[in-house]
């Protein structure tokens, strides 16, 4: 049985963290899915199509990554690609606390499916896409926090 595995998130933009969570979980299965939510109550600064170009140009290297949008439940779209694993990173105590119940949660809605936690490396560990939406919203440079072919400014 091969061993899928589901990252999910908005990646409004993707961070050199989720860059690194993916690229350490790579040894460990033989296929990830990036896999962008569609949330219509979410409003997202940059297009799906973007996010999406982004995320496949960053791990192009890999033919063990695709990436895929989805609307509903995680848990679903896990069933749907006969993934038995959710990946997540975790970045502190805050993060852990929030993704516990929605890991007990998404075991009790498909038996069986594991979430896997990978703690970010230190250095990644103050990223998060909101924060870098702010400071480009505000004209700061944000190159040091998205992988490097991430040009926000042609996504304006």
């Known amino acids: 049985m091969s061993r899928i595995a589901v990252f999910p998130g908005t990646f409004d933009p993707i961070t050199k963290g989720h860059e690194d969570i993916v690229n ?5 299965f033989d296929k990830i899915i990036v896999a962008v939510g569609v949330n219509a109550a979410k409003q997202t600064m940059f297009t799906l199509e973007q996010r999406k170009k982004w ?4 791990f192009a290297h890999s033919d063990k990554v695709e990436v895929k949008d989805y609307r509903g439940l995680t848990a679903d ?15 502190d105590a805050g993060d852990f606390r929030f993704e516990r119940p929605i890991a007990q949660m998404n075991r ?11 703690i970010t490396a230190p250095e990644f560990a103050p990223y998060s896409s909101t924060i870098v939406r702010d ?10 926090f998205v992988p490097e072919n991430v040009r926000l400014h042609e996504a304006d």
């Open 135 to 144: 400071i480009h919203r505000n004209g700061g440079d944000v190159s040091q």
């Open 24 to 28: 350490r979980a790579l040894p460990l």
């Open 108 to 118: 009790k809605i498909v038996p069986g499916l594991e979430t896997v936690f990978l």
């Open 77 to 91: 779209f896990c069933v749907k690609e006969n993934a038995g694993f959710i990946l997540r990173g975790i970045r």
């Open 55 to 58: 995320i496949a140009d960053t």
